[in-house]
């Protein structure tokens, strides 16, 4: 019996494994499209009202954290470029800068959380038309299992740090470090979306 | 196998991208608005997929998950949307009063 097994081989493992993973995203790609489906079938009928809630985010906070996860998402890839150059300490250091990014990118959501509260607005209550109300209750429940699965992502992250002198250079020789980088980009492609429909669309 | 330099070439092409969005978002667009924002958004997923996420080094099929998942998430706003903006207002039923 090979290590690999139930494979007959470690490339056969590593391909398994990705379409695993990409099956994974593609179904985390769902959870996220029924809201989107929710609020592209809200904004529909009280655009103005969503114009409006539009207009009280912050925009300021809301762009550096876009420039900030496309950084985290550099910062992954790099590591994984760097264990394909055999050098899995710098992928270590790589791995806790996108920790720290991610960390980053939750503080200042948790700025922004506070500012809105502070004006009264909460999942439910606060704001001055239905529609906008609609918005705010659909930016706490999107932006926040968002956050969730940027926590997810920081958890993962550190684990992937954790194993980084274990990884090798060979195609097959770090599969849980290109998956757990799957995971973290498909966060990034997620806000991708979110930053436009909650902050820009006024 | 891709270079190194590619993985910053295609940040820095993000990054260049999120800055055409931001300063679209002041253009009067008028009903382009919404199609233009996500049109790029779409632009930089795409580059995250092909690069960052590898699938441009590879022949394996992984892509058609991600497809698979486009076409299922088009449809299900489509229907969506289309059903809830027909919809009329509710009324009461004729014959019934409200409650004072």
Known sequence: ????????????????????????????????????GL?????????DGFREGVRHAELAIGTANTAILLASSLVVVLAVDAVRHARPLLARKLLVGAMALGC????????????HFTEGIVPGAGATS????????????????????VV??????????RRAPTFTHQDEGHVPLELGGLYWHLVDVVWLFLWPLFYLMR | MVRTRTYFLVFF????????????????????????ALAIACAKGLLVALFFMHLIETRKPYWLFGLLALLLMTLLIVLMVTDVVKREPRRAPAGTTRPA
Request: charged share 10%; glycine share 10%.
């Open chain 1, 152 to 161: 997810a992502g920081i958890i993962v992250l550190g684990w992937l740090a």
């Open chain 1, 130 to 149: 239905q529609g906008e109300q609609e918005y705010f209750n659909l930016y706490y429940i999107m932006t926040g299992l968002h956050a969730l699965h």
């Open chain 1, 39 to 47: 609020y592209a079938a809200l904004r529909a009928n009280h655009a």
């Open chain 1, 1 to 36: 019996m090979s290590g690999a097994f139930p494979f007959e081989n470690d490339a056969r493992s590593a391909h398994a494994a990705r379409l695993g993973m990409w099956v994974f995203l593609a179904s985390e790609s769902m959870f996220f499209a029924a809201l989107f």
């Open chain 1, 104 to 115: 980053t990118f939750l503080a200042l959501k948790g700025v922004e959380y506070s500012h």
């Open chain 2, 13 to 36: 092409a993000l990054l260049a991208l999120t800055g055409l969005t931001f300063g679209l978002s002041f253009a009067p667009l008028g009903a382009l608005e919404t199609p233009v």
